[in-house]
């Protein structure tokens, strides 16, 4: 095997990179190349393509999406800690080798191989090429369960929790799933969407080949009004939706809602085989129960109707345990050079487990369903 370090998807043909993966629209060639090609990723804010891949003379063999870091923003598992022990030290900790999909913390495939041993080899070649370009460590963010075992005990393993809906009971119908909750969380979320319909709120969702540029256009204002109201830098540009649209026509999901006509707010998604993925959200006005009904419960209606297992509405929030979406471990791996560095760190990670699974014993405690129902 040769390894390769690409500075662009464009070096690597689209058919051999997505031949690695099981169609998840967050490692396509479209949604990775789609966002070097369209502006959203750039070396001031922090990223540097630098893919690795191992080939067979011409025939790609496994890969991974990866990144020069000088920061941490757009990745979703924090370091900062880290990166200020560093400092105190006088040493640098950026740049950094990450292997992640850029401002996405969904769950799938990093090292993107049909076996477990070309796996290993990709965590192997991170390590080397970490250790070759001098970098301070490496990083493997929100990969499958499964791929634990592609990492030797020099990777350190931190966990963390999000909120996620499954319909592992078969529900068929949006009543057939509130149906499994008890009483009073199956009273608020009727009085919710019924307060909205009374409002007059309508809601139109639309595939990227269904979408028109004003619906992209409208998506996109209101992408931008979220971030600006919580004073963050937009990466997403209205041509990276475009492109979306023609190259993930139906993955791309978007969620719109319409008072008297008019665009009130909007939902960003995509969907993979068997799961829905939220992304952005945005609003131009203020009704009591809009963010749920645009973010939550339309996607589960959309779920229902497309016969899709999971919806994942994105990072953090309890306050989606009430709403039927329980908490489930994401995970990540590290490897940092510095031995002295990784063993400071290792019971770190370790307490930080530990705490985090005593968290999620607590919050299951929280759930919604009755216990005389099928449990998602």
């Not at 690695?20 to 490692?27: G, K, N, T, W």
């Not at 893919?51 to 011409?58: N, Q, R």
């Not at 707010?265 to 945005?282: K, S």
Request: hydrophobic share 40%.
């Amino acid at each position: 095997m040769d390894l390769r370090v690409h500075p662009g998807l464009s070096d690597i043909p689209a058919q051999s990179w997505d031949a690695l993966h099981d169609e998840h629209p967050f490692v396509s060639h479209a949604f990775l190349h789609g966002l070097e090609a369209h502006a959203c990723l750039r070396p001031d804010w922090g990223w540097t393509p630098h893919h690795l891949g191992l080939w067979d003379g011409d025939r790609l063999l496994a890969a991974a999406p990866a990144y020069l870091k000088t920061n941490s923003h757009g990745e979703f598992v924090f370091d900062h800690a880290w990166a200020h022990a560093y400092a105190r030290h006088g040493l640098d900790y950026f740049p950094k080798l990450l292997c992640a999909v850029p401002y996405s913390p969904v769950t799938g495939p990093r090292l993107l191989a049909p076996t477990a041993e070309l796996r290993r080899a990709l965590a192997e070649a991170l390590v080397a090429e970490a250790a070759r370009t001098g970098l301070s460590s490496a990083h493997v963010n929100f990969h499958e369960a499964e791929v634990d075992a592609a990492f030797d005990a020099r990777w350190l393993q931190r966990i963390d929790l999000q909120y996620h809906w499954r319909n592992d009971a078969g529900w068929a119908t949006f009543e057939d799933y509130l149906a499994a909750m008890d009483h009073k969380h199956r009273k608020n979320i009727r009085q919710e969407r019924a307060k909205l319909a009374r409002a007059g709120v309508r809601f139109r969702v639309v595939h990227g080949d269904e979408a028109s540029d004003l619906d992209l256009a409208t998506m996109h204002r209101f992408y931008l009004q979220t971030f600006a109201e919580y004073g963050n830098s937009p990466a997403l540009t209205l041509p990276f939706l475009a492109h979306l649209a023609r190259e993930l026509p139906r993955a791309l999901v978007l969620i719109l809602a319409e008072h008297d006509g008019e665009p009130v707010a909007g939902a960003l998604c995509l969907r993979g085989p068997d799961t829905l993925y939220g992304r952005y959200w945005g609003a131009s006005v203020a009704l009591p129960g809009l963010h749920f009904e645009t973010c939550y419960y339309q996607g589960i209606d959309y779920c229902l109707r497309e016969g899709l297992r999971v919806f994942e509405p994105g990072a953090q929030g309890e306050h989606k345990i009430a709403r039927g979406f329980l908490p489930r471990v994401v995970r990540s791996h590290h490897h940092v050079v510095d031995a002295r560095f990784a063993d400071a760190l290792a019971p770190w990670c370790e307490e930080e487990r530990r705490v985090v699974r005593g968290n999620l014993a607590w919050l299951r405690q929280r759930s919604p369903f009755r216990d005389d129902a099928p449990q998602p």
